[in-house]
């Protein structure tokens, strides 16, 4: 069975992929991914506010002096909030380079045009195979309108499109008035990747205590149906490639999503849950069905099932939500 795929250009040899998370913050985990049989490794993102905070730091030791160096960063999450710092970041990167030879992506987590994209090229110099940005926004202020988001959202792409030459994904929330339009967006700005879709993690009220909980509860293969669809909504419509992130957990759920239309299928739960060596399972469960179905290569079977191309593209759309609702009933 071939199983090889093309996902921001990169040749792959299957489309497994371990996402960003704290797997790749050891070497030795690192190694047992490769191990493993792992196409490539996404590293944890390094975060808008910790090279904000630096550069802040840096500027206001060098140009102010007393109480206003301390006011001002209270501004900004503490250093100990975050495992690598930003040196330390590319120094993690490059000693993940060094220690396998599958491509290695890192991660860039931010919002908003501004001196961070400096990093950017740093990452580009340190080795890196390719650069997700992860646009992960939570727009609380309502004077702020869904489309100034999408706008500084765009801008930021195509400054760090304009910036590097590494392949860029860029991994997306669903939450948008207009998806697909702003996946168009997206795509047209530069990226050679989508990635659906990053998980907004929820805080839980202690309602004894009077305090807020931060909650992360790994995904299941329930949260998979809201990516296929997107997946095969924006499948043969965007140039750039895709990959689903969240809520593949078997080989079954992998060939889901290639069958919508993924290139590259990004998995972090399940190792997280069963060990580095899952991705062996991953792998061998897909040649296996494939096997079973007949199927020879992904390239065939990829997107047989998307907007375009399944037997019944209502599925996908309004008339699928009424279908559903008028034909449930209560045992």
């Known amino acids: 069975m071939n199983l090889s795929t093309r996902y921001l250009g990169l040749d792959l040899a299957h489309p497994l992929v371990s996402g960003a998370s704290p797997l790749a913050d050891d070497l030795d985990t690192v190694r047992r991914l490769e191990d493993a049989g792992a196409a490539a490794i996404v590293l944890r993102s390094l975060f808008e506010e910790q090279i904000t905070r630096e550069q802040v730091s840096a500027f206001l030791h060098s140009e102010m002096h007393g109480e206003s160096f301390a006011e001002a960063l209270t501004y900004f999450p503490t250093p100990q909030s975050f495992v690598f710092g930003p040196e330390e970041y590319l120094e993690h990167l490059g000693r993940v380079k060094a220690a396998v030879k599958i491509p290695v992506i890192a991660s860039l987590n931010g919002t908003t045009p501004g001196g961070w994209l400096d990093y950017p090229p740093l990452i580009e110099s340190t080795g890196a195979d390719a650069l997700e940005l992860n646009l992960y926004r939570l727009a609380f202020d309502r004077s702020l309108s869904g489309q100034e988001v999408e706008r500084e959202s765009v801008e930021v792409v195509r400054e760090v499109r304009r910036a590097v030459r590494l392949p860029l994904a860029v991994k997306l929330s669903p939450f948008y008035s207009s998806f697909a339009n702003f996946a168009a967006q997206i795509d047209a700005a530069g990226a050679d990747g989508l990635v659906l879709f990053n998980r907004f993690y929820q805080p839980d009220i202690d309602p004894e205590e009077l305090e807020l909980n931060r909650t992360l509860s790994l995904s299941d293969s329930r949260e998979l ?31 889901k999503a290639v069958m919508a239309g993924a290139h590259a299928v990004q998995v972090v739960s399940a190792l997280l849950r069963n060990g580095p060596e899952y991705m062996k399972v991953l792998r061998q469960g897909m040649a296996d069905w494939m096997k079973e179905f007949e199927w020879e290569s992904l390239e065939t079977m990829r997107g047989n099932m998307n907007l375009a191309r399944c037997p019944d593209p209502a599925a996908y759309e309004r008339a699928n939500y009424m279908m559903m609702l008028q034909g449930w009933r209560s045992r």
Do not use: M
């Open 225 to 255: 149906p809201l990516r296929l669809r997107w997946l095969g909504v924006l499948s043969g419509q965007v140039r750039a490639s895709l990959a689903v992130s969240g809520g593949v957990h078997d080989a079954r759920d992998a060939i």
